[in-house]
C-alpha cells in the first residue's frame, strides 16, 4: 500500500508558476514509477506527465511540453510537478498516482492521492 498526499496548489495568474509536491508514504517509493493527472469541471481525467521509478525517463502530454516538468527525488519519496507558462485552460484538480510502470493510462495507476486544486486566472 502507498499513500500519496499532494500539495502546492493554489491561485495563479495566467503566466505564472506553480509546483506541486507529492509525498509518499508506506511501501517503497523508489519502487514505482509516478504520474500526474488533472480533470478539469465537467471533463475526464487526462495524463500530464509521468517519470520512471528511476527518474530517467519522463513522459509528457503534448499540451504540456516544454511548460511542465517531472521530478522525482526518491531520498525524500516526492514526486514535483513544476509547471510554468500558466493558462486559464490548466486549471482542474491534480492528482499524482503510482504505478509498477509508468503509463500514460489512468487505468494503469494502482494509487493515487486526493488532488490538489489549481486555478489560473485571466
Known amino acids: 500500500q502507498v499513500q500519496l498526499v499532494e500539495s502546492g496548489g493554489g491561485l495563479v495568474q495566467a503566466g505564472g508558476s506553480l509546483r506541486l509536491s507529492c509525498a509518499a508514504s508506506?511501501?517503497?517509493?523508489?519502487?514505482?514509477?509516478m504520474g500526474w493527472f488533472r480533470q478539469a469541471p465537467g471533463k475526464e481525467r487526462e495524463f500530464v506527465a509521468a517519470i520512471t521509478w528511476t527518474g530517467g525517463m519522463t513522459y509528457y502530454a503534448d499540451s504540456m511540453k516544454g511548460r511542465f516538468t517531472i521530478s522525482r527525488d526518491n531520498a525524500k519519496n516526492t514526486v514535483y510537478l513544476q509547471m510554468s507558462s500558466l493558462k486559464p485552460e490548466d486549471t482542474a484538480v491534480y492528482y499524482c498516482a503510482a504505478s509498477y510502470g509508468s503509463s500514460r493510462l489512468s487505468r494503469n495507476y494502482d494509487y493515487w492521492g486526493q488532488g490538489t486544486q489549481v486555478t489560473v486566472s485571466s
Open positions: 508506506g511501501r517503497t517509493f523508489s519502487s514505482y514509477a
